[in-house]
């Protein structure tokens, strides 16, 4: 399968890309006011919420240009509360990456969950024509205790599947489940027979038409509550999807040799799962070091017979900065103290 990688700012990148190429769109934005990925030009660290909105917007509107008619986005946007200086940055704390762009969020709102991906969904409705066919319940299973004594632990996420037709592709046989021995049963009882219309329990012809139709023959739609489990041991990345979750919309929403679009790739999950499933990719990600990550996550399938990796170089104008440990820019220290050198001599 082929794989393209661009190193850069999404909203430039995505501007690059034709109208109508993707079948099937699939990301996680950086949530505003949560995580700082250590990078100049990151998206989520705005000084406020309506600054953040605006800037996800114009990524939004790229993304319904590049996306087929008959294609279907699937969006994941998790919140934060007001008041608090900053969430869960353990993970930057421990790579030594600076924090001083975070300023403390709204002290108005204090507790105050700041429903971001609804304000941003709401605009996307009103005001770019997205349809919204579901909001999909990703149900973290193994989410941990919390500490907190007057609220419950938060531990689901939405995920929004929107389309840009009335009419698009979606395979819903590729990913139906079992049905419950219960509903089997429960449509035998059910059933009414197919000679005289009457109930017939024991005519075995009629249990197995009625069940068909109650109970389909492929299986159940699996809803839209999904429990899975947050992440991959092995994955470095903080805000990494589970690959079953990406899998399962793949399948449901890209056909085969089709191509899917992760506008912020972090550490290749979706180019990961389309390789599995044989679905060519396209990812962006600002972050050299995410990138890093999804390259050698990519390594152990580059020696199939017809699977590329192709990364792209920064976009122009990009500044690439290479942090030290306490988040300064090493090229720029670097040539301060080239300046300082005692030569060349006279
Ligand atoms: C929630 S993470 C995505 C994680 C990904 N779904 C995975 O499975 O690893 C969001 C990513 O957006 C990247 N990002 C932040 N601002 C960006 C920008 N302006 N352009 C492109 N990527 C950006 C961050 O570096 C981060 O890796």
């Known amino acids: 399968m082929k794989h393209k990688l661009y190193q850069g700012d999404t909203l430039r990148v995505l501007g690059c890309l034709p109208d109508n190429s993707f079948n099937c769109i699939i990301t996680s934005p950086p949530y505003w006011g949560l995580r700082d990925y250590g990078m100049k030009g990151q998206i989520g660290l705005e000084e406020n919420l309506e600054k953040y909105i605006e800037r996800v917007l114009l990524v939004t509107k790229e993304l319904k240009r590049v996306l087929k008619k008959d294609g279907v986005m699937f969006w994941n946007h998790g919140d934060c509360y007001g008041g608090w200086k900053r969430g869960n940055t353990h993970y930057l ?181 389309s390789e599995k499933l044989h679905i060519n990719s396209t990812g962006i990600e600002l972050s050299p070091g995410s990138i890093e990550i999804n390259r050698k996550r990519m390594l152990p399938y580059l020696n199939r017979p017809n699977t590329t990796l192709e990364i792209k170089a920064p976009d122009p104008g990009h500044e690439i900065k290479l942090l030290d440990e306490s988040g300064n820019n090493m090229i720029k220290l670097l040539k301060n103290w080239l300046k300082k050198l005692p030569w060349p001599r006279k």
């Open 93 to 273: 704390n421990r790579s030594g990456h600076s924090d001083k762009h975070f300023k403390r969020l709204p002290r108005k709102k204090f507790k105050s969950l700041m429903l971001q991906q609804y304000r941003l969904l709401i605009d996307m409705v009103d005001n770019q024509g997205w349809i919204p066919r579901n909001i999909i319940i990703w149900n973290k299973t193994n989410h941990l205790p919390g500490p907190w004594r007057d609220r419950f632990t938060n531990s689901y996420e939405p995920v929004f599947m929107l389309t840009k037709s009335k009419q698009y592709h979606f395979n819903l046989d590729a990913v139906r489940v079992p049905h419950k021995q219960a509903s089997i049963e429960r449509a035998k009882r059910n059933r009414k027979s197919s000679v005289n219309g009457s109930r017939d329990p024991y005519n075995e012809q009629s249990i197995r038409i009625s069940a068909e139709k109650d109970c389909h023959p492929r299986g159940k739609n699996p809803g839209d509550v999904w429990c899975i489990s947050t992440g991959q041991p092995h994955n470095k990345h903080p805000a990494h999807f589970p690959l079953k979750l990406v899998e399962i919309v793949l399948k449901a929403a890209c056909p085969p040799a089709g191509e899917v679009l992760d506008p912020f790739m972090g550490s290749g999950t979706v180019m990961e799962a």
